[in-house]
């Protein structure tokens, strides 16, 4: 094993960094008011993983919200975080270049390919690591440091939270990972289940679940859901349900009906800010570009209460029950986990 | 934490299953007709063009499930419409008055009543998806119940 680069920024822990989802103009602005440090937004395409109908910013929307964010001391940040199209790799270009022009604070990439091209024709522009590099070592994030100069790597959601300390440790770059929001199956940036499906993988057109594959019917027995005609999933009449992805379906296998993947639940790590903030993680990011505003705003104003007591009193904070409350009432499934954060296996 | 739970579900408490029976059983255009009037007032004006021209030339069913009501409405020639009752419509949305109210407010998240089904989208999801986004974009079209301090 080499030895790490000195890690210059764990030296005085500073509290998190907030970073909430956009999916709309609307949805910037409440989280900006409600207290994000920064906003991830897309462009209306497949350059981003939500790359659903109706979601995401145009030109003139993002900047309007890159105007309202930068005029409060706040930053926006664009994920072009698929992986440029072989055939047609210039649409990832050109929105390289947009946001660029937009003056957005940071682009956040997975593909080496668009890193290198932000590189090398917008050196000023600060890059983040998406999450769906999948990068899950110091030694792969130096790599990225050193090639194309990423300043932030986001951690994907499969490390345990001592995992995390020691890449935290080691890293010389910011490190940001997952507060809340709906987990998946932790492949990030691998995932090629609905390719099985549809053809479509999250990856290359910016969906796990592409929303013309998906059929929900309702029935005697209850509803099927149903992704290019594959049954996914049926629920009970009275049942609750998740989003629609391969991952997250019930399947008979060897005899028993369940989750054979993942269960719809959604990530929440509130009570590890404390040793979050200690490692020195830099920024914890919120899930959930495809989820209304109402979503962004009231998940934005706790995790903003959280961050803003634990900085205050570090020793004493504590998960408020009207938190934990809320944020439940928010989570796929109405259930949550701490993840991989505190799996008891390796 | 969520203020409007409770002065929603108020000022709209159920109908009685016997009058419920009886809106079931009334024909679909007036409240459509009605239903109609109210978006091209409340949200026609603040729909954005291109959003309007892949919404438009589809039929989309609205049930009020505690009321017992049902509309078919359509953007055609850029205008809200009511829609032909018969053949099948793109898609079909169900939920309760007071669901339908907090989503006008802006105060739920339609992903969270559809994980608890107290809204039930069928059809198109391609579509449904389009609309949800869009709604949620343009932010709440409605401000009642005022929210209490």
Known sequence: MTSSPAASHVASPRPPRLVCPAGSLRALTLAIDAGADAVYIGLKDATNARNFAGLNFDIAQAREGIAHA?????????????????????????????????????????????????????????????????????????????????????????????QVEQLCRHSSVEIEVFGFGSLCVMVEGRCALSSYVTGQSPNTAGVCSPPSA????????????????????????????????????????????????????????????????????????????????????????????????????????????????????????????????????? | MTPSATPSHRVLPPLPPVLRELVARLPVHPPSHLLALALERVLRPRLPADAAARLAGHAVDIEVRDFGLRCRVTLRDGHFRSAPASGPATLRIAADAASYLRLLRGDDDADRLFFERALVMEGDTEYGLLLKNTLDAIGPLLHWPLRRA
């Open chain 1, 70 to 162: 930068h005029a409060l001391g706040r930053e926006v940040l664009m994920a072009l975080n698929t992986f440029a199209d072989a055939h047609a790799p210039q649409r990832w270009w050109r929105a390289v270049d947009a946001a660029a022009g937009l003056g957005v604070d940071a682009l956040i990439c997975a593909d080496t390919a668009v890193l290198a091209y932000a590189r090398d024709h917008h050196p000023q522009l600060r890059l983040h690591l998406s999450v769906q590099a999948s990068a899950t070592t110091w030694e792969a994030i130096e790599f990225y440091r050193e090639r194309y100069g990423i300043r932030r790597a986001v951690l994907p959601r499969v490390l345990t939270l001592a």
């Open chain 1, 214 to 346: 998906v059929r929900w019917t309702d029935g005697a027995d209850g509803v099927d859901a149903r992704l290019n005609g594959v049954l996914i999933d049926r629920y009970a009449p009275d049942e609750a349900r998740g989003y629609p992805t391969l991952c997250k379906g019930r399947f008979d296998v060897e005899g028993t009906r369940d989750y054979a993947l993942e269960e719809p639940t959604s990530l929440n790590t509130l009570s590890l800010l404390p040793r979050l903030t200690a490692m020195g993680v830099a920024a914890i990011k919120i899930e959930g570009r495809q989820r209304s505003p109402a979503y962004v705003e009231q998940v934005t104003r706790v995790w903003r209460a959280a961050i803003d007591a634990c900085a205050a009193q570090p020793a004493r904070f504590s998960v408020q029950p009207q938190w934990t409350t809320t944020l439940g009432r928010w989570s796929e499934g109405q259930q949550h986990t701490l993840g991989a954060y505190d799996r008891p296996w390796r």
